[in-house]
């Protein structure tokens, strides 16, 4: 009995020392296995001088999930597990973010990411699908469906950028006065970026703790560097919003600290067809902080639309 729970001993002193030596693998591991949980897997497309790595599994009307500034695809994970049940998901790392290539001499104002977006979905063979984006990702999804309205069934808005807040948040006064505070500046600096996005924090293991800032920081630069240059578009969509013809669903966190909830009454007044939510308590990102919320909210919009 005593070998037995000796061994039993190295065996859990091993594990918990390769869960701390070796952050990435046991992150990779866990990604894994919740895409798999999710019924999605990672494929890629070359588009041009971009590869773009993208999730991809359900069967059904498809949904194209885009995560925002400084995210990556698997930000839609837990979102995701709730709709590939009855509907074709496919989530990108927009060029320039997560797995996709990000070159410093490419441009990636709105523009080029819309084009690349929409070749994107022409080499998917995409015809026709639901768009939902979070952030800079509502930004582009509105945008997407204003320039290719044959191909919008709907439109997702979660706390979406685009349009200018009547009461600004802290964060974009001080993105208006030239300081980046999204982007991660030690490690010491996670705390801030993590109560800065959640009102409740979702459990955050040590591997991904460390894989998100190793990231986050050997990134910095790109973040930057396409900040500066979707800036002049940041609050383009405003004027555009009477254009989209495809029914809105506008999703909000109501302590959201970085675009703010006043935002909403601005996509409300520009867009003639929409419903509206707003999630008490809850932060910049819905679909992160309560997955399973968010994702019957939404579901209930695309499937009440079947009915029309």
Known sequence: MKKIIIA???IVAAAVAAYYAFPEKVAGFMIDRARSA??????QVTIEDHNIVYLEGGKGPTILLLHGYTGEKDNWLGFAAYLTKDYHVVIPDIP????????MDAPYDLNNQIIRLHKFARALNLEKFHIAGSSMG?????????????QVLSVGLFNAAGVSSPQKSAVMKKI????????LQDEK???????MLFVNPPPLPYPFKKVFMQAALNNRGFYEKALREIGPDFLSLERQLPRIKAPVLIVWGDQD???DVSSVAVFEKGIKNHQTVIMKDCGHVPMIERPEEAARHYLDFIENLKKR
Not at 138 to 150: I, K
Not at 176 to 183: I, K, Q, W
């Open 38 to 43: 999710a019924g999605l897997s990672k494929k």
């Open 176 to 183: 208006e006065a030239g300081v980046n505070p999204l982007v």
């Open 8 to 10: 039993l001993f190295v």
């Open 189 to 195: 600096d996670f705390l801030r970026i993590y109560q």
């Open 96 to 103: 320039g973010y997560g797995e996709s290539t990000k070159l």
């Open 257 to 259: 600290k970085i675009l």
């Open 138 to 150: 509502g930004l582009f999804a509105g945008t997407y469906a204003v320039r290719y309205p044959e």
